[in-house]
């Protein structure tokens, strides 16, 4: 044998026989369906056929190592994989806890067997997969094992075997259905090679396999030998043993002085197994290496209506994809519809890094982190207007930050801040703050500890049914009546208890022939602030002045003679009179949407662009300045009615804390859907042409008027 050897503990394993376990194929079948290669191929498997490459497989085996054999057992027919039996280093065995109920059964007689050959058995808790060496290999230079996580066994019985087998455990986290064992596309081969098939696994894995194999040792498979099960190969000193490989492998493997049996096994394939599945190493040789677990795990806590607004099932995604695993400890349903639930959930993560982003994620969810007593990190502002590198971007949710060891309420919450902290002679206080208006002297938070959000939106004034009633749904025209009777209701109640409604408006409103109905809102008390940009307001007064919208005709439709300079005409008028203001005053200004508003005295705010003709004199060419009197405008805001402006009800919605009900109206879906994303009770979306949808509303604010003078 010509391999080169390493360490004294393999020169001496070697000296004894490798001895490996199989199940003869007397069971035999595909009797269900556990993983996709067995779809479609129940019963379709010849008892006949399985038994003789079964034989062949022995006999190529018997050439190099001592064969031992399990007695099998009357149904239980993926006993013949014997992968899955444990997984076994030096005299100790951790015994398989099957995930499917259809394999449990072979747990007793592995264990049986295992005991009888005096190993030390270790049993998982019961509720906790571990499919044994299918998904555990041993490196064959590093001396660490290589465990997969993902399908078959759960991440957290990673630690177990860290503990009990003494070596240092890497998780890898699998991530197509068809290799959901590690040993179907992972096998570490004699002088630290590796075979495997990249693919397989998700990014962090395939980091963590580059970090710790070499590029030069590194033997990356096509899919076409990856479905053959190249990589369910058995390796001893340099025979590699498997079902089929292609020219092109077989040469590479050639080249680093592997020799390829090839020894078909078809029948196995049926069942997702091949020649690795069919054996199980009982001699592996255990090394001293120090006991390392990079694992974490934590416990958080959720509280909300976790159900309703989809909640749980976000906070277990965000855990999965990021590369964690979880398990529910306690899920509290609420009695009644309006209660709430809690739900307990354990995370862990292959590190700390992972974890870290992970738990970043959650905590914008809203999830607490049972254990949380380390405070919010800090890092002072050194230059102004500049926040440290990683520093925790805010949401529109409530958060909280521990400080020393108290928790302070961040105040004037909004989306896409820092945190800046100071200390003051009234204590500290935390606050919202746009990256620009940082100050040397203030701290700001970083990273995600110390750091908690709530989802769970105490209702702002009492009186205030839930604006639940849709959920976060983008309705369609179907509905849009339903919810325009909900949200003449809604503009109804806090019209007549004195709260705040918000505007922010489009040109479009003016296009579509929604501006009477939108003077009539501002009239009848309904509007306490209008917000837009210079088109709006241009457009509105074109009508007023001249009776077009953008040189057509509001009554007929058709383009005026000439029309194309009217919108010019009118900013010119105005700025002529100084002010919109101005213009109401000296009487030039005698309708329309900003008229109403200097007459119902209603506080507009018009944003600038950079397309903006004019712009009128209103209008703040100084952006900060006007996301400054935005921000004044929305401050209280109990709803805000969004009307087909995508640029303005997006930066509405950036710097809006969560608990303000907001109505977003477009006809393009996808400006809907972008502010439906602040999620749960409290958005709703509305895709339908503007006209029509205050045309809509205003009918039914006129009905609930007639009804309660009746
Ligand atoms: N039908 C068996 C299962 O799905 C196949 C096991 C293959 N074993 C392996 N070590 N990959 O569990």
Redesign the pocket.
């Known amino acids: 044998m010509s391999s080169t050897v390493h360490t004294s503990t393999i020169d001496q394993l070697k000296a004894a026989p490798m001895r490996i376990l199989m199940c003869a194929p007397h069971h035999y079948e595909v009797d269900y369906v556990?993983?996709p290669w067995?779809e479609g191929n129940i019963h379709r498997s010849s008892r006949d056929r399985a038994l003789e490459q079964w034989t062949q497989l022995y006999q190529v085996l018997q050439k190099y190592a001592q064969v031992d054999l399990v007695e099998p057992q009357p149904g239980w027919p993926?006993m013949v994989?014997t992968?899955?039996a444990g997984l076994i280093l030096g005299d100790t065995v951790v015994l398989s806890r099957f995930f499917?109920p259809e394999?449990r059964g072979e747990e007793q007689y592995f264990h049986k067997w295992f005991a009888d050959q005096g190993y030390t058995v270790h049993l998982l808790p019961n509720s906790l997969p571990f499919?044994g060496?299918?998904d555990a290999l041993m490196d064959r230079a590093g001396g660490w094992l290589w465990a997969g996580y993902g399908f078959r066994s759960e991440l957290d019985s990673h630690p177990y075997l860290a503990e009990w087998l003494d070596v240092e455990v890497l998780s890898l986290r699998l991530v197509d259905r068809r290799f959901?064992?590690l040993?179907?596309c992972f096998c570490p081969l004699t002088d630290g090679y590796l075979l495997y098939y990249p693919p397989a696994f998700d990014t962090y894995s395939n980091r963590l396999i580059e970090l710790r194999v070499p590029p030069e040792k590194r033997i990356a498979i096509s899919e076409a030998d990856a479905v053959n099960f190249a990589c369910?190969t058995v390796n001893i000193d340099r025979i590699v043993v498997m079902n089929k490989v292609s020219e092109g492998l077989n040469q590479v493997l050639a080249d680093r002085g592997f020799t390829v049996v090839e020894t078909p096994l078809t029948e196995f394939l049926k069942?997702?197994?091949a020649a690795?599945?069919l054996t199980l190493k009982v001699i592996e040789p255990h090394r001293e290496s120090p006991q390392l677990s990079t694992i974490q795990t934590k416990i958080i806590h959720l509280e909300g209506h976790l159900l309703d607004s989809g909640l749980v099932n976000r906070v277990l995604d965000t855990i999965v994809t990021g590369g964690g695993s979880f398990q529910v400890v306690s899920f509290n349903l609420g009695n009644q519809r309006q209660d709430t639930s809690l739900a307990e959930v354990k995370v862990s993560a292959p590190d700390a890094a992972v974890m870290a982003e992970i738990m970043a994620q959650l905590i914008d969810l809203g999830a607490i982190d049972a254990a949380e007593t380390v405070p919010a990190s800090l890092a002072p502002v050194t230059q102004t207007g500049v926040a440290a590198d990683d520093f925790y971007a805010t949401t529109i949710y409530p958060t909280e930050v521990l400080v020393g060891n108290q928790w302070v309420k961040v105040q004037d919450q909004r989306m896409d801040g820092a945190i800046a902290v100071t200390q003051t002679s009234a204590g500290i206080i935390a606050r919202c703050k746009l990256l620009r208006d940082l100050q040397i002297g203030e701290s700001v938070v970083t990273g995600s500890e110390g750091i908690r959000t709530k989802r769970k939106i105490p209702t702002l004034k009492k009186n205030t049914e839930e604006f639940s009633f849709m959920g976060a749904g983008v309705s369609s025209e179907r509905r849009v009546e339903l919810v325009v009777e909900k949200i003449a209701w809604d503009l109804r109640q806090i019209r007549d208890r004195g709260g705040k409604v918000v505007v922010t408006a489009g040109p479009v409103v003016i296009h579509t022939g929604g501006s009477k109905h939108l003077n009539q809102l501002i009239r009848e008390g309904y509007v306490q602030a209008l917000l837009g940009g210079n088109a709006i307001a241009v457009h509105d007064i074109e009508q007023s002045l001249m009776g077009t919208s953008l040189g057509v005709d509001m009554q007929r439709g058709v383009s005026v003679h000439g029309g194309h300079r009217h919108h010019l005409k009118a900013i010119n008028t105005i700025r002529r009179c100084g002010s919109i203001a101005q213009a109401v005053e000296q009487g030039v200004l005698t309708s329309g949407v900003m008229y109403e508003c200097v007459k119902n005295h209603v506080p507009f705010s018009l944003a600038g662009s950079i397309r903006d003709d004019g712009p009128l004199p209103d209008t703040k060419m100084d952006l900060i300045a006007a996301q400054a009197d935005y921000a004044r405008l929305i401050a209280g805001a109990d709803l805000i009615l969004m009307l087909s402006s995508m640029l303005h009800s997006i930066g509405v919605g950036n710097m809006t804390p969560a608990g303000v009900k907001m109505v977003c109206i477009d006809i393009n879906p996808a400006v809907v859907t972008k502010l439906s994303d602040r999620g749960s009770i409290e958005s709703i979306g509305v895709v339908t042409d503007v006209g029509l949808f205050l045309s809509l509303l205003v009918q039914q604010l006129n009905k609930l008027t007639g009804q309660y003078q009746r």
Do not use: L, S, V
Request: charged share 25%; hydrophobic share 25%.
């Open positions: 556990i993983n067995m993926d994989f992968a899955n499917h394999r499919e060496a299918g959901y064992h040993d179907t369910n069942a997702g197994g690795k599945c």
